[in-house]
């Protein structure tokens, strides 16, 4: 079982992290990926771990469902879609941009009133043909418009003044603060500010597995059942067609998973048992088979997993090696 009071903020340190992943090609280990892992049970207990769960760390995009628990806790009347979308790194696609203008027409706002910053779409086919039709970075087209337009209207609904709802003394970003560091069990050791412009908490890796475990295991209409409905229902509105983090929840039956900037990957399972990775060199090649073995340490059929175990390298176009997960990973 979780305790409900806050443990002290996880040390901020350079991190132990351990080889998670090789690059193995023609039989020989080319590269090493570094990294940190932890398996949680369905009690809360950790099961596995390599690396150095405990110390702090950021954990970027991955904690968007905690925000957007915070959001329907201060009233935000989402459901479905648009609040998968509100919990989104998303791709940019047409369904993405039309779903934001969608909460800020609800919310009576306009594009103008986001405070994200201005970029091209994520996925790399969607970038390209928008770029191709001479169309300039936008704050629709940023991966976080989505939660940037909940926030706006969270705020609204509040009475919260909106120019500076990104300031980290904001009402809202007050109450996300203390949503994550209840659903997380630790306070928040550094405050920064996300590539987006959003504010950014520091925590532990075992933290987040904490608070994704807690998320999928929240009674039925709370504010947490409400966005893990959301984003399994709606799984390419909280990344993009093309995403493995979608592929990954439609493979894995009542999985509820989000990624990261930087190698980050939190997923869980419904009766709780949950994991968390994080790649120290940021490298999405390693996240997604690392992700997969922790979730096969969790106890995931790995015939579920299979097409997550490894990309393949290749050589003059052909298959000549592939990402693999060292062995022992998950070491008590």
Not at 19 to 47: F, M, Y
Not at 180 to 194: K, M, N, S
């Amino acid at each position: 079982m979780f305790s409900t009071s806050l443990a002290d903020a996880p040390v901020v340190r350079a991190p132990r992290h351990a080889p998670v992943a090789q690059l193995v090609r023609g039989g020989v280990i080319e590269g090493v990926h570094h990294g940190s892992v932890v398996v949680l049970g369905a009690d809360g207990a950790v099961k596995h771990r390599l690396g150095d769960a405990e110390a702090a760390f950021y954990p970027r995009s991955a904690v968007k469902p905690l925000q957007a628990v915070a959001m329907l806790r201060a009233g935000l009347p989402l459901d479905g879609e648009l609040l998968s979308l509100a919990a989104a790194s998303h791709s940019g696609e047409e369904r993405h941009l039309a779903g934001t203008r969608r909460i800020l027409e609800l919310a009576g706002l306009a594009e103008d009133d986001l405070r994200n910053v201005p970029d091209l779409p994520f996925d790399p086919a969607v970038r390209d043909t928008w770029v191709r039709a001479g169309r300039a970075p936008s704050r629709l087209a940023q991966n976080c418009s989505g939660k940037h337009a909940a926030m706006l209207w969270t705020a609204k609904l509040n009475g919260w003044s909106l120019p500076d709802y990104l300031d980290p003394e904001h009402p809202l970003q007050r109450a996300i603060r203390e949503t994550v560091e209840e659903l997380t069990g630790q306070r928040v050791a550094r405050v920064t500010v996300d590539g987006c412009g959003a504010p950014l908490f520091a925590i532990s890796l075992t933290g987040l597995a904490r608070a994704l475990s807690r998320v999928v295991t929240a009674a039925p209409g709370t504010p947490e059942a409400r966005v893990a409905d959301a984003m399994r229902a709606h799984a390419e509105m909280a990344s993009g067609a093309t995403r493995d983090v979608a592929a990954l929840m439609r493979a894995v039956p009542g999985l509820l998973a989000k990624d990261g900037f930087e190698g980050v990957q939190v997923a869980a399972l419904p009766d709780g048992r949950a994991v968390a990775v994080k790649i120290a060199d940021g490298a999405d090649r390693a996240r997604v088979p690392v992700a997969a073995a922790a979730l096969a340490l969790a106890g995931v059929d790995s015939a579920l997993l299979a097409e997550f175990s490894g990309a393949p390298l290749l050589g003059g176009g052909v298959p000549v090696g592939s990402v693999r997960v060292v062995d022992g990973l998950g070491a008590a």
